[in-house]
C-alpha cells in the first residue's frame, strides 16, 4: 500500500536534487541552494534504501536479499556503468579533437 506522505516527500527529494545538480548562473541563487537544499541529498538516499528493503521481513533470507541486490545491480548499474563510459570517453574524445585539455583531467587530478 502507497503512503502519500512518504511519495510526497520523495518527490519533493528527487526535485531538491535536480536544483542541487543545476549550474546557476547568479550567484545568490547558487548561494540559496546550497545552503538550504543539501539535506535533500541525504533525504533522497534514505528514501532510496527504504523502498530498496521495504519488502524484507526478518524471514527473509540472505540468499533472497542477495538475489534482490544482484537484480537491482543488473537494473541500475550496469546502465550506469555504460553512461559513465560513454561520458567520459565521449570528454576525452571531444578534449583531443578540439585540443583543449579535458575537464575531467583536472577533475581527477584534485580529488586525487
Known sequence: MRNLGIDILRLIA???VIVI???FI????RI??????PP????????????LF???SI????????TQLIKRFYRLGIPYLIWEGLYVGSNILFGV???NPSPLKCTWISIL
Open 97 to 99: 579533437i578540439s585540443g
Open 59 to 66: 524471514e527473509t533470507t540472505i540468499e533472497s536479499i542477495r
Open 40 to 51: 535533500a541529498n541525504a533525504c533522497f538516499a534514505f528514501l532510496a534504501g527504504w523502498f
Open 26 to 29: 547568479d550567484t545568490t541563487a
Open 54 to 56: 521495504d519488502r524484507i
Open 14 to 16: 528527487i526535485f531538491a
Open 32 to 37: 540559496v541552494v546550497l545552503k538550504f537544499l
Open 21 to 23: 545538480h543545476t549550474v
